[in-house]
């Protein structure tokens, strides 16, 4: 119970504080209102655990063995944060009376954590942190990615309803271009630590 515990309370410290997901989903919910951008959520709360379980049952090995996969993925999960910037600086919930943009749907949400950096320090910190070498793994593996289960859905709800919120309070397209533009802003920024070395 007391490992639960403290999975629940790493879960909840690294889910709710900024991060690529959080930031995308507050946005969302700015732009695009709760019921629109429910699959995005859903795509988060259940692609996160599912990538967990992948990274604990031998992903992590095949990494350690060929390191240059997982620098590969950084590489690609970097370029495509800064590509998810550069659309949410330039999106319009409104130009001449046409949508311009859309949100996630659960499936590009899901695949997103594949190139979050931030989630796959989430995922590996977790799993070498949460599971000995003398207990079977698989087992340890699955209670980690419950855990997550259970706490990314709320914590994820808290930046999409933030975002809801906000949306009020921006009452003008201008407004609303400024928060889009200060959110890419936000979302390079949280890259930059993760493409630092690790010492």
Same mark, same amino acid.
């Given at each position: 119970?007391?490992?639960?515990?403290?999975? @629940?309370?790493?879960?909840?410290?690294?889910?709710?504080?900024?991060?690529?997901?959080?930031?995308?989903?507050?946005?969302?919910?700015?732009?695009?209102?709760? *019921?629109?951008?429910?699959?995005?959520?859903?795509?988060?709360?259940?692609?996160?655990?599912?990538?967990?379980?992948?990274?604990?049952?031998?992903?992590?090995?095949?990494?350690?063995?060929?390191?240059?996969?997982?620098?590969?993925?950084?590489?690609?999960?970097?370029?495509?944060?800064?590509?998810?910037?550069?659309?949410?600086?330039?999106?319009?919930?409104?130009?001449?009376? *046409?949508?311009?943009? *859309?949100?996630?749907?659960?499936?590009? @949400?899901?695949?997103?954590?594949?190139?979050?950096?931030?989630?796959?320090?989430?995922?590996?910190?977790?799993?070498?942190?949460?599971?000995?070498?003398?207990?079977?793994?698989?087992?340890?593996?699955?209670?980690?990615?419950?855990?997550?289960?259970?706490?990314?859905?709320?914590?994820?709800?808290?930046?999409?309803?933030?975002?809801?919120?906000? *949306?009020?309070?921006?009452?003008?397209?201008?407004?609303?271009?400024?928060?889009?533009?200060?959110?890419?802003?936000?979302?390079?920024?949280?890259?930059?630590?993760?493409?630092?070395?690790?010492?």
């Amino acid at each position: 119970m007391e490992l639960i515990f403290a999975i @629940a309370l790493f879960a909840f410290s690294s889910g709710i504080t900024p991060g690529p997901n959080n930031i995308m989903l507050m946005t969302s919910g700015v732009n695009f209102g709760i *019921k629109r951008s429910i699959p995005h959520l859903l795509g988060i709360s259940l692609g996160f655990p599912t990538m967990i379980l992948a990274v604990g049952m031998g992903l992590s090995a095949v990494f350690q063995r060929y390191p240059i996969i997982h620098i590969i993925i950084k590489v690609i999960g970097v370029s495509y944060l800064l590509y998810l910037s550069w659309l949410i600086a330039n999106s319009s919930n409104k130009m001449e009376g *046409k949508q311009v943009s *859309k949100p996630f749907s659960f499936l590009q @949400a899901a695949a997103f954590q594949w190139v979050n950096p931030k989630g796959w320090i989430m995922a590996v910190g977790a799993i070498a942190t949460f599971t000995t070498v003398n207990q079977e793994l698989s087992g340890q593996v699955v209670t980690i990615a419950s855990v997550f289960l259970c706490v990314a859905f709320p914590c994820a709800l808290v930046w999409l309803g933030f975002g809801v919120a906000l *949306k009020r309070i921006l009452k003008n397209e201008r407004q609303q271009r400024i928060f889009n533009v200060s959110m890419a802003l936000l979302l390079v920024a949280s890259i930059i630590p993760m493409m630092l070395p690790s010492h």
